[in-house]
């Protein structure tokens, strides 16, 4: 199992321009996160999705969009992207979110991204 | 309003010996999950483990367990016999449920050095 994996590793974007971050699952979960980390702070959940088709906002969803059309995968868009998106991006999936173990969140490597 | 607080931005703790990273929450709801995540510099998020706000007994793995004090709403990460591999930021999060839905709140993280 290769878990959850994120492409690209690191990315540089002009002010302006649009990018689409990557994950990927092979454990079957249903549920899968995005989360942004910046430094000194924990990580904010931008978008999730419980399903396949279905997606929800998270604490920090301005600025990104998300699709969620295969259950192993959940894309990441940036349409526009802004300085104030620089950050170190994080994908997670759990089984659910309810019943002991079953809320685990498993994390890919990251993206880091800067955009100038 | 915090309902994540890790106070210690950083701790020192001699290789070999135990050490305790603090962890307070805040919720109203009965139902939750405390969750510590490991973070090395290599930047990847390993979780650690789990602890359900109806468990009854605290939550043990390996060299780490969590001291769960509901009444005092404090989930504390106890690391025993610290090895230099447990150098590491450590992230304390909280699940709880919404209705129609559902949110994960990461505490800023505590930076651990173990020294030699």
């Known amino acids: 199992n290769a878990g959850v994996t994120q492409t690209p590793k690191f990315r540089v974007l002009k002010t302006g321009q649009s990018m689409t971050l990557l994950c990927a699952q092979d454990?079957?979960?249903?549920?899968m996160y995005w989360y942004r980390q910046d430094p000194g702070m924990g990580l904010r959940l931008i978008h999730y999705?419980?399903?396949?088709?279905?997606?929800a906002k998270g604490e920090v969803p301005d600025g990104y969009n998300v699709s969620r059309l295969k259950k192993q995968n959940f894309l990441l868009g940036l349409e526009s992207a802004a300085p104030s998106q620089t950050s170190v991006y994080f994908c997670?999936?759990?089984?659910?979110?309810?019943?002991?173990?079953?809320?685990?969140?498993?994390f890919g490597p990251g993206t880091r991204l800067l955009v100038l | 309003a915090q309902k994540i607080t890790q106070t210690q931005p950083g701790m020192f703790v001699q290789e070999k010996e135990a050490v305790t990273l603090d962890c307070t929450y805040d919720?109203?709801?009965?139902?939750?999950?405390l969750f510590w995540y490991k973070q090395p510099s290599s930047g990847e998020m390993i979780f650690l483990i789990y602890?359900?706000?109806?468990?009854?007994q605290n939550a043990t793995e390996g060299r780490y367990s969590l001291n769960f004090q509901k009444a005092r709403k404090s989930a504390n990460l106890v690391i025993s016999a610290s090895q230099l591999g447990d150098s590491a930021m450590y992230f304390c999060?909280?699940?709880?449920?919404?209705?129609?839905?559902?949110?994960?709140?990461f505490g800023a993280g505590t930076r651990l050095f173990v020294k030699a």
């Open positions: 997670a999936s759990s089984y659910s979110t309810s019943g002991i173990g079953q809320e685990t969140q498993y």
């Open positions: 454990m079957n979960h249903e549920y």
């Open positions: 999705s419980v399903g396949e088709g279905t997606t």
């Open positions: 602890q359900g706000s109806y468990d009854e």
């Open positions: 919720t109203s709801d009965q139902s939750y999950g």
């Open positions: 999060a909280m699940r709880e449920a919404l209705t129609g839905g559902f949110k994960t709140i």
